[in-house]
């Protein structure tokens, strides 16, 4: 059975019964594998540990180790109490391990800011190391992962960076949110604490360390090795202009990204990290929780800016469009230029009325009452003077003579003239151009509907393979494919755009009448 056919299976099996948890699940697991460990940041009650009970089962006679840590928490209760024979017979001062953390695959330790500093060493030692330090003996431990779990963060100024740094994927875990799981969560009576994983499906306890050398030699794309320059760039450059917590991703925390990155793509069949792997750094960039979705959009908008782009260019193509579209114009429409007057508009509100002052005071008229006079009926309108004052309300209308009116006065109308400003106005005239002209316009429309067709084709053969299994990637949500191709879907829409800009010059030019 292939590996990404394997995965998919198993996830699928662990997840089962389960509302809500499948992601912290699965990177749960895409962790084990990486040789790291996990933070659960959330409140008590919300399947924190759960998720260390169930992920066991991923192993062959997984075992799992569970603790509560609180202040008064002693080595003995996580490391295994000291050996009394080897202390009385040899004198030896060892620990039986077995039962305890150190003869676990998987661990989950709640609380775990709540540890005293010996217990913090010995933790620090089996993260970095994988090794436990019993006594005079060090002994490799075969821990999977170490999920650690509170519902703070770790307190600052009180030693715990270095172990807090230990953890590369740090998780925001809630309570069920969505109406119909939760009806499902309480009515259900499936034991999820039941082992459901085939046997046959499960990761031998031997199995990660033969995976070590082939997730070595998984490979970084060109756009991924950019996408993370260009991530950490932008961090550096916003821990440089705000006041906020800053973003402290060094030199480790890197490395072990890419690590992370390639048991992606390794687990989910790849020989190519994708730029659909790269979204799982915001479980790692953040120190937290209020900068969770300001990583999101940081890497987001780095995907779709600087992602998978095609080999070729269409500025030549919009260029010679733009051209032929210039002289098709120039050769069909000719411009005719009219001058006319019309009311001049003062304060861009204002007609003036010539010589209506001698018969009332003010001799302004609003243009939109202007426009509403008929040629047939009087209408009431003001007329205002210099400081744009109502004086006096008249009776008039449109006169048959452009530019004027008719004012109703003592029972006679008297017409009077509006003050005008000349205005040109061009407009065209359409002529068929020469059949020539036509023929050798239609061999160039040929032409770039052949030079179109010829990046279609471009478009399917050269496209980046890793936009093939987008939306199947094991760890990360389908939705996020919609920004791996943007730069490729603004490369089909702009084409199609020039195509249909093309169509158009052919329709123009033939239907001229």
């Not at 004198?91 to 010996?118: C, H």
């Not at 760039?233 to 890197?254: F, G, V």
């Not at 029972?411 to 407009?427: A, C, I, N, R, W």
């Not at 094991?474 to 490369?491: K, R, S, Y």
Request: with cysteine; charged share 30%; glycine share 4%.
């Amino acid at each position: 059975m292939e590996i990404r056919e394997r995965t998919s299976k198993l996830l699928e099996s662990l997840c089962e019964g389960i509302f809500e948890k499948e992601e912290v699940i699965k990177l749960a697991y895409l962790t084990a594998v990486a040789g790291e460990s996990i933070f659960l940041l959330g409140p008590p009650g919300v399947a924190k540990s759960l998720i260390a009970r169930r992920l066991k089962y991923a192993f062959k006679d997984g075992k799992s180790f569970e603790y509560l840590m609180s202040r008064f928490s002693t080595p003995d209760e996580i490391f295994g109490p000291v050996s009394i024979k080897k202390l009385k017979d040899e004198d030896k001062y060892e620990r039986l391990t077995e039962q305890y953390m150190p003869g676990a695959n998987v661990v989950f330790l709640d609380e775990i800011w709540k540890a005293g500093p010996s217990i913090q060493n010995a933790l620090l030692t089996i993260l970095n190391e994988k090794i436990y330090r019993n006594g005079e003996v060090e002994e490799e431990v075969d821990i999977k992962v170490i999920i650690s779990a509170s519902n703070e963060l770790p307190a600052i100024g009180e030693g715990l960076e270095a172990l807090w740094d230990r953890f590369l994927i740090r998780y925001l875990i809630t309570e069920i949110r969505e109406r119909g799981n939760f009806i499902n969560m309480i009515t259900s009576t499936d034991d999820v604490y039941a082992d459901t994983v085939d046997n046959t499906i499960k990761v031998a306890h031997n199995e990660i360390e033969n995976w070590e050398s082939a997730i070595n030699n998984i490979l970084l794309s060109d756009e991924v090795v950019n996408t993370l320059q260009l991530v950490k760039h932008k961090l550096e450059e916003m821990n440089k202009r705000t006041n906020a917590k800053p973003y402290e991703i060094y030199d480790r925390r890197w490395k072990k990204i890419v690590r992370l990155l390639r048991t992606s793509a390794f687990l989910n069949g790849r020989k190519e990290v994708d730029l659909m792997d790269c979204f799982l750094m915001v479980h790692c960039l953040w120190s937290d929780p209020e900068q969770i979705e300001e990583l999101k959009k940081i890497i987001a908008e780095t995907i779709r800016k600087h992602g998978y782009t095609l080999a070729f260019s269409l500025t030549s193509l919009k260029k010679e469009i733009k051209e032929f579209d210039e002289e098709i114009k120039t050769e069909t429409k000719i411009a005719h230029e009219t001058v006319s007057r019309v009311p001049e508009l003062i304060d861009q509100s204002y007609y003036e009325v010539h010589n209506i002052s001698q018969l009332y005071d003010g001799k302004y008229i609003r243009h939109n009452d202007y426009d509403k006079l008929r040629y047939d009926e009087n209408t009431a309108i003001g007329l205002y003077d210099e400081n744009q004052k109502l004086t006096y309300k008249i009776k008039a209308k449109k006169s048959t003579k452009d530019n004027t009116i008719e004012v109703l006065h003592q029972s006679e109308y008297s017409t009077f003239d509006l003050k005008t400003e000349e205005q040109s106005k061009v407009e065209y005239i359409y002529k068929k151009p020469h059949p020539l002209v036509l023929k050798n316009w239609n061999e160039r429309i040929a032409h770039l509907n052949g030079y179109v067709d010829k990046l279609r084709k471009k478009l399917d053969t050269d496209a980046p393979d890793a936009l093939k299994h987008l939306r199947s990637n094991l760890f990360v949500a389908a939705d996020l494919a919609d920004i791996v191709e943007a730069n490729m879907n603004d490369a089909i829409s702009t084409l199609q755009a020039e195509a249909l800009k093309i169509e158009k010059l052919k329709y123009y030019y033939e239907n001229i009448e």
